[in-house]
């Protein structure tokens, strides 16, 4: 079975630029995460979809950031525009329908680097 | 303070070593709690749930402390492959919020 897919891999832009970093959660799962990790901070979570509807988003870091889901098959996180620290690693999460214990299952990640 | 925190080590133990991962949470009413494993540069993984009466896969154990507001990991007989660093991962819920919340991990390191 095809897991969470996220592109690009890597992301290498100016600061200034748009990025825009996609996600493709498992079929049928209704919940999608966004997260951040970086060495200082960890893995924070950014935003959070459930049925493609954004539930808590008090993770976002600022109005540069933006996150949509459109359909049930696809997420973007979007930042404009960009800067040296938002340099991290990037990842996309989805899970089932709400039950207890249910994991997560992440994406390989987008590493951004912000010059 | 932060909500879930770990010591960030690295613990360096040799092979065949017994480790243990201890992790505190600030919000009592969590109500869920796992152990992810991430290998360098890679994404996540879940390695196990963590439940009230504790719990063994093979050669990990988990335990929960509600009163003391603590989680541990226990593994036994290390491997090599068991480098990686280890997440301790709360859940919260109620209200709007069901989010999981990540410890900035501990680090790993199993020597030959």
């Known amino acids: 079975d095809a897991g969470v897919i996220q592109s690009p891999r890597h992301e290498v832009t100016e600061m200034g630029q748009e990025v825009t970093l996609r996600c493709k959660p498992i079929s049928g799962h209704d919940y999608l995460f966004w997260y951040r990790q970086t060495m200082m901070r960890g893995l924070e979570l950014l935003i959070y979809?459930?049925?493609?509807?954004?539930?808590?988003d008090s993770g976002m870091p600022e109005d540069r950031f933006s996150a949509k889901m459109p359909n049930a098959s696809f997420s973007t996180l979007k930042i404009q525009p960009s800067e040296p620290r938002d340099s991290a690693v990037y990842f996309c999460?989805?899970?089932?329908?709400?039950?207890?214990?249910?994991?997560?299952?992440f994406g390989d990640g987008t590493r951004l680097s912000i010059l | 303070r932060k909500e879930v925190e770990q010591d960030p080590g690295p613990f360096n133990v040799p092979e065949g070593a017994t480790v243990a991962f201890n992790c505190t949470y600030s919000?009592?009413?969590?109500?869920?709690f796992f152990w992810y494993r991430q290998d360098c540069r890679k994404e996540p993984k879940l390695l196990m749930s963590v439940y009230s009466s504790g719990n063994e896969d093979g050669r990990f154990t988990a335990q929960l402390n509600r009163a003391s507001q603590y989680i541990s990991l226990l593994i036994r007989d290390s491997k090599l492959s068991d480098s990686a660093t280890y997440l301790c991962?709360?859940?919260?819920?109620?209200?709007?919020?069901?989010?999981?919340?990540f410890g900035t991990g501990t680090l790993l390191a199993v020597q030959p």
């Open positions: 991962v709360v859940r919260d819920y109620g209200g709007a919020t069901n989010k999981l919340i």
């Open positions: 999460a989805s899970r089932p329908r709400d039950r207890l214990n249910q994991p997560q299952h």
């Open positions: 919000n009592s009413a969590s109500q869920s």
């Open positions: 979809f459930n049925n493609n509807v954004p539930i808590d």
